[in-house]
């Protein structure tokens, strides 16, 4: 039973991916050789896995290239692994800020009051409000939950509760397509093959379990004004990473990993 | 815990939504709908008139649309009752379009404009996306592999034929 309850830390990072340490304990820095493992972030989510987890040593730090680079060891100390499912930047952008929140109460007031009004500003747009509504309200329990100061291994366990989880994502997802759509202009210069917008919209963001690319990230991060950095991670390059952060000059609140085709949350 | 049961009770609020807001003050031209059993939120009836200046135009076909529980993050399954032919329905009356696949799989590939199911489409979106499949049926995704066959090759005959036998066997059992 323990085996499926996610534990309370981030993981160090560059932590033991051979899962020597099996009863979950600590691995040690800078190990981890991932020969001869299936690359986990490959594959498809299980029954009952946990969405966000912390030092799960059976899904332990895989990359298709080499284990954690040095570089990011520098400037990183622990990693916390989303469920690989097309939802985890999402998953990982909302946990990471509500966490930090915990401990920022002047950012937190701010983040609530734009929250609040988030739900009239789509309904503007055009968004049917009874269509919306539901997924707000969960956006604003979650947020309520961390001005009440709860403690973080319940609001991990609210992220590990499917409902609660993928109704998040999906005003998440509402979210970053309403900034989409309220900058057009701006945003269609990056679409590749004459698809609009609001097609975009429909086919790569509003629907559940689609990746997201910078443009999402972009988005999502100027509509809550949150600033995010992508550590990205390329294949070939052995393992370098590339920071980035969106907007471009601003102070990160939320540090994220990418591997191709996977976010996780980086902890300093 | 109070918060857990509040979400599970989500979707009914939002069904009783589309039965008392939308549908009755915004009917979609084209289709009517109501519960088959009034103590089961997920399990819906709806017309569907044969749009005009199509080989359906006439026919009032009744189909059964299932929602599942953790709609609307799923969407619901949508079966005809009455016999129809058309090459996205399934000859057991299971209707094939994209709108109504799970998130996650694709079929077709995202490079085909299509719709997706997103969670906040409703019984509305969902109407307006079946009563154009029966106006403009996708013969690349067949779900009736003859009848996709025969609109391919012989629209105005063998395939107008049996969609006309449809369409009259329709008028004389809709409202049994």
Not at chain 1, 36 to 59: E, F, K, M, Q, Y
Not at chain 1, 122 to 131: D, P
Not at chain 2, 69 to 96: A, Q, S
Request: hydrophobic share 35%.
């Amino acid at each position: 039973m323990a085996a499926e309850e996610p534990q309370q830390k981030p993981e160090p990072l560059g932590g033991d991916a051979d899962g020597n340490g099996a009863d979950g304990g600590e691995g040690k820095m800078g190990g981890g050789a991932a020969s001869g493992r299936a690359p986990h972030l490959l594959s498809g989510p299980g029954p009952g896995r946990p969405w966000v987890t912390l030092g799960d040593n059976r899904r332990p730090w895989v990359t298709p290239v080499s284990p954690c680079p040095q570089a990011l060891l520098h400037k990183y100390s622990h990693i916390r692994k989303t469920r690989p499912d097309g939802n985890c930047f999402y998953r990982a952008f909302g946990f990471a800020h509500l966490e930090a929140l915990l401990e920022d109460g002047q950012e937190l007031q701010r983040f609530k009051e734009l929250s609040a009004r988030s739900k009239d500003e789509l309904v503007a747009q055009g968004f049917t409000e009874f269509t919306i509504e539901d997924f707000h309200n969960t956006f604003m329990e979650l947020i309520e939950q961390v001005e009440r100061r709860v403690p973080p291994a319940q609001l991990l366990a609210a992220f590990n509760e499917p409902s609660t989880s993928d109704y998040l994502v999906v005003y998440l997802r509402l979210l970053t397509s309403g900034c989409l759509q309220r900058h057009r202009p701006f945003f269609e210069q990056f679409l590749e093959g004459g698809r609009s917008i609001k097609e975009f919209c429909q086919q790569e963001v509003e629907p559940m379990c689609k990746e997201s690319d910078h443009i999402h990230v972009i988005a999502l991060a100027r509509a809550l004004h949150v600033p995010v950095l992508v550590e990205y991670m390329d294949r070939g390059e052995g393992g370098a990473t590339h920071p980035h952060v969106f907007p471009e000059g601003a102070r990160p609140r939320v540090h994220l990993l990418y591997r191709p085709g996977h976010y996780d949350i980086l902890y300093k | 815990m109070e918060k857990i049961k509040c979400i599970s009770e989500t979707p009914k609020v939002i069904l009783k939504f589309f039965f008392y807001t939308e549908l009755n003050k915004n009917p979609v031209e084209g289709f009517s709908a109501g519960l088959i059993d009034d103590n089961d939120l997920y399990r819906w009836e709806v017309l569907i008139i044969g749009p005009p200046d199509t080989l359906y135009e006439g026919g009032v076909f009744k189909a059964h649309l299932t929602f599942p529980k953790d709609y609307p993050l799923r969407p619901p399954k949508m079966k005809f009752i009455t016999e129809i032919w058309h090459p996205n329905v399934d000859k057991n009356g299971d209707v094939c379009i994209s709108i109504l696949h799970e998130p996650g799989e694709d079929k077709y590939g995202y490079e085909k404009p299509e719709e997706r199911w997103l969670p906040i489409h409703t019984v509305e979106t969902i109407m307006i996306s079946v009563i154009s499949m029966l106006a403009d049926p996708n013969g690349d995704s067949p779900a009736n592999v003859d009848a996709a066959k025969e609109w391919r090759e012989d629209r105005n005959g063998e395939f107008k034929r049996k969609v006309a036998r449809c369409v009259r066997k329709s008028q004389e059992t809709a409202f049994e």
